[in-house]
């Protein structure tokens, strides 16, 4: 069974996050929701490559909940998307339209897929 490997999950609102997410880093993150069977269903998985606690504040209130992870660098949080997307079933299972893109003159490419190749 797939893992964000994350901390969480807690209620997705501006206190809550300034209280779990109290570093300026790179990070990722994942939305979502506990069901009946306490599992916490997965349904957008994301990144900030420079500050995990701001990013994560565009979505307060739009899903009940999130679990994070701090990165060490931008990369590996961009890398941990990409692992996450393909874990969780893609566009087909997931809120995500697309998949993960990297930052313009990168060079990244995915872990998992040849989007970039």
Same mark, same amino acid.
């Given at each position: 069974?797939?893992?964000?490997?994350?901390?969480?999950?807690?209620?997705?609102?501006?206190?809550?996050?300034?209280?779990?997410?109290? $570093?300026?880093?790179?990070?990722?993150?994942?939305?979502?929701?506990?069901?009946?069977?306490?599992?916490?269903?997965?349904?957008?998985?994301?990144?900030?490559?420079?500050?995990?606690?701001?990013?994560?504040?565009?979505?307060?209130? $739009?899903? $009940?909940?999130? $679990?994070?992870?701090?990165? %060490?660098?931008?990369?590996?949080?961009?890398?941990?998307?990409?692992?996450?997307?393909?874990?969780?079933?893609?566009?087909? !299972?997931?809120?995500?339209?697309?998949?993960?893109?990297? %930052? !313009?003159?990168?060079?990244?490419?995915? %872990?998992?897929?040849?989007?970039?190749?």
């Amino acid at each position: 069974m797939a893992s964000l490997n994350m901390q969480g999950p807690y209620q997705l609102t501006d206190k809550e996050i300034d209280t779990q997410v109290t $570093k300026t880093s790179p990070g990722n993150y994942g939305l979502g929701y506990t069901n009946s069977s306490n599992t916490f269903i997965v349904n957008y998985v994301a990144r900030s490559d420079d500050d995990l606690n701001d990013r994560l504040h565009d979505w307060a209130g $739009k899903y $009940k909940e999130f $679990k994070y992870s701090y990165a %060490p660098s931008a990369k590996a949080a961009f890398e941990k998307e990409c692992q996450n997307y393909h874990d969780f079933g893609k566009k087909e !299972n997931l809120d995500n339209k697309v998949h993960p893109d990297r %930052p !313009n003159d990168s060079g990244w490419t995915c %872990p998992r897929c040849t989007i970039f190749n």
